[in-house]
């Protein structure tokens, strides 16, 4: 006798036997029912959720038969394979003529979208004025790409993904039915892995039943499915909370050399990271979850999901990676070093307030300086009164004494690299050798009148002729800002920035701090 899998041998033959779609179901009985049907149905929805299914039991019940492959007048097509404008032109020849059994001619067309524009112009006019007898169901896991005008014509039912209680609850009821032992928590990792479809849930217990031959049990669900249990996800986020390196790589080589792929493994650990949330938040209940929070009761839910955004940012870049091993491995050492990162928005944002606060001291000292200079003007007034001659003279030695107390202007970063352009002219004038050498030149920081300055990308040899230039460096920075300032020259590193596109430039990295907070704190930008 040949096998027949799951998926077929549990198909469900009627409305009341499809799971999780029962928004669907209760209103396509009720037209049938009230013989309210429409011409044209489109079924869309995520694979593997039961539409074709629906499809055939809505087409039985319109013409009351038993068997689907037997009728006439029930013409499955699939536009996959039969997408061009020749097979929907003998579609159109064939709808007028009459059912040869049933009440109704219904054709089920799979995958709709793929047919050719020309194809869905040609089916256009008979879709929306079809004979009497004529019934289409259209099925589609993408009908975004679906005509507008095609959608408009026809009566839409939206598929459901199944939950994980849905998919368990059924899993539980096949294994019984097949005297099948089974352990509790491997149907869930079934179920995660099916992802909301039935078809693949039955596919992978499929392949579950054939590996294990007693009973289904945790780790041989694990091995054959390629997934990761909750417990090792635990060691794993343990090892991020405490910056353990060494055992979170450790981990992670042996779940990558097991065969567990680099996608599956960030999938089931954002599943994990969003159970370990619920929890902390009160609305799931884990035993080994809770024990965990209550011993680490430093983690909050924000760090929770800082983590989260760092993997689900990492899980976009997946596909377009190449050696995905090391990229998951650099990961998992950032986020063991996460409180060593800083959002540049965050870094951006300090440092503007602070020069705000910084530039509304500097108006108030101007300010007071005003008040000053007024007083003295008035007292130099008054002077004058007594002696003409004398008044000169302290006028002029006045004048003198005000010039020489100035106090030096401080200066924020912001003006200082606004004048960058400005001062590397300066040197280029004075030395033309300094100034090819400042090509890296980051500006870093500034403190009153101190200059601290990077150099990237240097040798040895570059960064002592940068250092015996440093009188020329500093006579730029003081000419061009009109002050007099410490200059300190350190040595940077290599940092590679990936910017093909500048169109893709976030306000971040438009800022004219960006780079100088880059250096600051050692980053690098991630796309």
């Known amino acids: 006798m040949v096998y027949k899998v799951l998926a077929l041998k549990w198909r469900p033959q009627n409305f009341d036997q499809i799971i999780g779609q029962d928004h669907i179901t209760l209103a396509l009985k009720n037209a049938i029912a009230f013989n309210r049907l429409s ?35 029930i013409i499955e097509m699939d536009a996959a394979s039969n997408r061009g404008i020749d097979e929907i032109r003998s579609l159109r020849e064939n709808v007028s003529l009459a059912p040869a059994h049933g009440k109704y001619k219904i054709y089920i067309i799979d995958e709709v979208h793929m047919l050719t524009k020309e194809a869905f112009n040609a089916l256009l006019k008979t879709l929306e004025e079809p004979p009497s007898h004529t019934i289409f169901i259209l099925a589609t896991t993408d009908s975004h790409k679906m005509p507008a005008t095609i959608l408009s014509r026809t009566q839409r039912y939206d598929f459901r993904r199944l939950g994980m209680s849905d998919i368990k609850k059924q899993l539980i009821i096949i294994l019984k039915s097949e005297n099948k032992k089974f352990c509790d928590q491997s149907l869930d990792l079934i179920a995660r892995k099916a992802d909301g479809s039935m078809r693949d849930a039955l596919g992978y217990l499929d392949q579950v039943i054939n590996y294990c031959e007693n009973e289904i049990d945790l780790k041989s669900v694990q091995k054959i499915l390629g997934l990761v249990s909750d417990k090792i996800y635990l060691t794993i ?5 405490k910056g353990d390196v060494n055992n979170n790589i450790t981990v992670l080589n042996n779940i990558i050399m097991e065969g567990v792929s680099v996608h599956d ?31 680490n009761s430093n983690i909050d839910e924000l760090y929770i999901i800082r983590i989260m955004e760092l993997i689900l940012n990492f899980e ?15 990961l998992m050492i950032r986020l063991c070093n996460y409180h060593q990162f800083t959002n540049i928005s965050d870094i951006l944002k300090d440092l503007t307030d602070n020069e705000k606060l910084h530039n509304v001291d500097i108006e108030q000292n101007q300010t007071q300086k005003s008040v000053l200079q007024v007083k003295q003007n008035k007292t130099v007034k008054k002077n004058q009164i007594d002696s003409h001659t004398s008044n000169e003279n302290e006028k002029s030695i006045n004048e003198t004494s005000v010039e020489k107390k100035t106090e030096k202007k401080e200066f924020t970063l912001e003006e200082i690299l606004n004048k960058q352009e400005d001062i590397i002219n300066y040197i280029d004038s004075k030395n033309s050798k300094v100034s090819s050498l400042l090509e890296n030149m980051i500006i870093q920081s500034i403190r009153k009148y101190e200059i601290t300055i990077k150099i990237n990308n240097v040798s040895d040899f570059i960064y002592e002729s940068i250092l015996n230039g440093i009188d020329i460096i500093k006579d730029g920075f003081d000419t061009i800002l009109n002050n007099d300032f410490k200059i300190i020259i350190k040595k940077g590193s290599k940092i590679e920035l990936k910017n093909n596109n500048d169109n893709n430039k976030s306000k971040d990295e438009e800022h004219p701090l960006f780079m100088n907070v880059l250096e600051k704190f050692d980053g690098e930008i991630i796309r």
Do not use: M, Y
């Open 316 to 330: 976009l870049k997946v596909k377009q990676l190449k050696q995905v091993d090391l990229a998951l491995e650099l």
């Open 39 to 73: 011409h044209a149905f489109t079924f869309s929805g995520p694979r593997g959720v039961g539409k074709t299914t629906t499809a055939r039991i809505l087409a039985k019940e319109l013409n009351q038969i038993e068997d689907i492959n037997s009728s006439f007048d």
């Open 237 to 241: 986020f343990d090892s991020i909370s």
């Open 265 to 295: 493994f960030i999938s089931g650990f954002n599943n994990f990271l969003r159970s370990l949330l619920h929890c902390k938040i009160g609305k799931d209940s884990n035993v080994e979850q809770e024990k965990w929070l209550e011993e």
